[in-house]
């Protein structure tokens, strides 16, 4: 199987930014994209940014201009660089990866725990 480990999240000021880290380990034959959502209380998980294996980028217009998705393909690694933060970026970040396992043919999503990020005014 495919694991999903996060790091970064945290508490900011307006205007401050954030850095966000996915890292995914196991049987990976292929990953065919990894992104980012956002969860806010009471409401879906929506989609932040995305990357694909192209590198074709994909962001929400809300964060279009302040977000930048990147990913290191050597690691396994997507990032999310998240700069002039508001308050309605408040959420629960979750990272997800869809990807191929060894000794599989489908590609399949993987979920990641999901970070807390937090910015005040």
């Known amino acids: 199987q495919v694991q999903l480990v996060q790091s970064g999240g945290g508490l900011v000021q307006a205007g401050g930014s954030l850095r966000l880290s996915c890292a995914a380990s196991g049987t990976i034959f292929s990953i065919n994209s990894m992104g980012w959502y956002r969860q806010d209380p009471g409401k879906q998980r929506e989609l932040v940014a995305t990357?694909?294996?192209?590198?074709?980028?994909i962001y929400s217009d809300s964060v279009k201009g302040r977000f930048t998705i990147s990913r290191d393909s050597a690691k396994n690694t997507v990032y999310l660089q998240m700069n002039s933060l508001k308050p309605e970026d408040t959420g629960v970040y979750y990272c997800?990866?869809?990807?191929?396992?060894?000794?599989?043919?489908?590609?399949?999503?993987?979920w990641g725990q999901g970070t807390q990020v937090t910015v005040s005014s």
């Open positions: 997800k990866v869809a990807a191929k396992a060894e000794f599989t043919w489908r590609t399949l999503d993987y």
């Open positions: 990357i694909a294996s192209s590198g074709t980028t």
